[in-house]
């Protein structure tokens, strides 16, 4: 009879845990997830806004990293002249938008056709460029590299006179 009673018990405890595991247990509220598993789909935001660095207020991407212009494209030109090398480190700010959506820029916004396809965003006539060199948010390691790329201020003009950091 023992023997039937730990069998019954360990049956009964078993089907106890099924049930609790199976989210059909209108016993209370379900714990809630919100904290146990942070997210991993990015927030959508504006695609340029403008974030702190140390070279102070700066025009950043969704993802508030620096963008940056280079000296070599022309202004309404239509085209970057960043080439696939160049590309490789400075890679396009992009958007599927008709018009970008921007948040505390104030300069012209506008897209040209990308050099890897997709719209490229522009301010003032001018593409924009990450730098894969930047870390993290906020950074300005590509500042004034090879005295070409520029970070650029809420305005939407170049920052020509801070260094990097």
């Known amino acids: ?3 039937i009673l730990v069998i019954s018990l ?5 089907s106890a845990a099924l049930v ?7 016993s209370g509220p379900a714990p809630s997830s919100t904290t146990s598993m942070p997210s991993t789909v990015p927030e959508a935001g504006p ?3 403008t974030g702190e660095s140390s070279i102070g207020q700066i025009v950043v991407d969704v993802d508030n990293m620096t963008v940056y212009a280079y000296d070599r494209d022309e202004p309404g030109a239509n085209a970057s002249a960043c080439d696939a090398v ?9 958007t ?3 018009r970008p959506e921007v948040v505390g820029v104030a ?3 506008g897209t040209i056709p990308g050099p890897q396809g997709g719209k490229q965003v522009t301010v003032n006539g001018m593409p924009l460029y990450l730098f894969a060199g930047d870390p993290r948010p906020g950074s300005v390691a590509g500042q004034g590299m090879d005295n070409l790329w520029w970070a650029l201020n809420p305005a939407g003009e170049k920052i ?4 990097g950091g």
Do not use: K
């Open 107 to 109: 300069g012209v916004i």
């Open 96 to 98: 599927d938008m008709p």
């Open 20 to 26: 609790g595991c199976s989210g059909n247990d209108d």
């Open 160 to 163: 020509t006179n801070a260094p």
């Open 86 to 94: 160049c590309l490789q480190m400075w890679p396009p700010v992009t």
């Open 47 to 49: 695609t340029l806004t």
């Open 10 to 14: 360990s049956a009964l405890a078993a």
């Open 1 to 3: 009879m023992r023997r």
